[in-house]
């Protein structure tokens, strides 16, 4: 009895087993494939079918006598379900080949169902034969168990192809994501008609008023980021900060202003500092390119730029700053950042806090340093460049206004960055920290101030 069941299992595992391992790099074409799969199949299960009976009739006495016949109907009906499911695999797996070249994400989903479909389906054959002999040997449930052993690779296969899948898929979106957004920069930097082109299929979108005061309000985060960034440096290179802030801001504000110790000195060095950074930032803002050419689009063409600059903007506003710089170093974009990081960073400051010009070396040989520094600096840069897409986006175009020193204190027009404690005393400006704009609607944008008491 055990000789007989270790022969038939050997079968099953012959017949699986050429049915599943047979090779596939030769097959061109699906509807080639199907006539010659189901040649080959209809040649295993006749061999199959042959050595069956010839099994059956050497080996008459199974140890059952009038169950014998049901039984072996049942088994050939089992095998030939088996085959069928196993052609079946095969023909779903040869189309999710195909599927990946050239890619067809449709096709790819329906062959991957059909092939999870076929590889359950052979599992519940297997418990079904394991059922029906449970009762006549533990043997035959070793041969039963080598389906499994079979089928398991092509399941870890599958997953594995699946979770490439999804990874090629969001590279692809990614890279063009970054083509596009590639193609729109350089044609506005070049001038180049065909920006004008890839515009007209973007949605002609209008920009409100309320997206400029958001991205004001982002450039005052922005500011503050890179300023306390800038302010610890200086700390701990052990400057003295009130001559810094006397020396860099001298035009704005006199030196005996800086006189009232603890936190007060704190707050008036950090918006001290923060009014310089804005001040070089936001020089030459109500000109369309910051003054880096003589571009006159906004006047000669003035419907146009605004679509292009509000395109520009959306297509700019999810973007890594550093990773459009590392494919467009020099487009417009670019060249704001080399100007005003030059602008901002004076040699002998850069030299102080990092010990030696590597980063405005690199600026000048046309590259973005990958520094913390350069990274935060990028991101102020970014939101200026952004709110700056956004003014020439509006019609018309936001003014552009900044409090002086010694001017008397307009709540409609400013906004004082520290808290005023001391009632009754009258307040002026002492410095601007950051501009205000007046909208085409007639809102206001309030300009930041630093107030001190009227003397």
């Not at 061109?28 to 069956?52: G, L, V, W």
């Not at 418990?127 to 009762?135: H, I, L």
């Not at 692809?172 to 007209?200: I, P, Q, W």
């Not at 006397?246 to 704005?252: D, F, L, N």
Request: proline share 4%; aromatic share 8%; with cysteine.
């Amino acid at each position: 009895m055990s000789s007989k069941v270790s022969n038939f299992s050997d079968l099953i595992q012959r017949v699986t087993a050429s049915c599943l391992l047979h090779p596939l790099a030769g097959v061109s074409r699906a509807d080639d494939f199907s006539t010659a799969d189901e040649d080959e199949d209809y040649d295993h299960r006749a061999a199959a079918e042959e050595e069956e009976e010839e099994d059956f009739k050497i080996h008459t006495n199974w140890g059952g006598g009038d169950d014998e016949p049901p039984r072996t109907m049942e088994l050939q009906i089992l095998m030939g379900q088996v085959f069928d499911a196993v052609s079946s695999m095969k023909r779903a797996y040869v189309s999710l080949q195909e599927a990946h070249s050239p890619w067809d994400p449709d096709k790819m989903r329906v062959s991957d169902v059909a092939v999870v479909a076929e590889l359950r389906r052979l599992g519940l054959l297997r418990e079904r034969f394991k059922r029906s002999v449970g009762g006549r040997g533990g043997t035959w449930g070793v041969g039963a168990a080598t389906l499994r052993e079979v089928v398991a690779p092509y399941e870890a296969a599958v997953a594995e192809l699946k979770r490439e899948v999804k990874a090629q898929q969001a590279e692809m979106d990614n890279l063009k994501e970054k083509l596009k957004t590639a193609s729109l920069v350089t044609g506005k930097s070049k001038g180049k008609s065909r920006r004008r082109v890839s515009c007209t299929t973007q949605v002609a979108v209008a920009p409100a008023v309320e997206l400029f005061e958001a991205t004001m309000s982002l450039v005052k985060e922005a500011s503050k980021a890179f300023t306390s960034l800038l302010l610890s440096l200086m700390r701990s290179a052990h400057w003295d900060i009130a001559a810094a802030v006397r020396s860099i801001e001298a035009a704005s504000f006199s030196a005996t202003s800086f006189t009232t110790g603890g936190d007060t000195s704190t707050n008036h060095a950090k918006y001290a500092l923060e009014s310089y950074v804005n001040r070089k930032i936001f020089q030459g803002f109500d000109h369309e390119t910051f003054y880096m050419d003589g571009s006159l689009s906004s006047i000669l063409h003035p419907d146009q730029h605004r679509t292009d600059c509000f395109t520009q903007y959306r297509d700019m506003k999810a973007m890594d700053p550093a990773e459009l710089l590392g494919i467009l170093p020099s487009c417009g974009f670019g060249n704001f950042c080399f100007k005003k990081y030059l602008a901002v960073v004076h040699p002998k400051m850069e030299e102080s806090l990092f010990g030696d010009l590597e980063q405005r070396r690199q600026v000048l040989d046309g590259h973005h340093p990958r520094s913390q520094f350069y990274g935060e600096f990028l991101g102020l840069a970014k939101s200026v460049w952004l709110l700056h897409l956004l003014a020439f986006s509006l019609d018309p175009p936001p003014g552009h206004f900044e409090a002086s020193k010694g001017a008397d204190f307009h709540s409609q027009y400013m906004e004082s960055v520290v808290k005023n404690n001391k009632v009754g005393i009258s307040m002026v400006v002492g410095f601007p920290v950051s501009p205000g704009f007046k909208l085409g609607n007639g809102s206001i944008v309030k300009a930041r101030v630093y107030l001190v008491p009227k003397n």
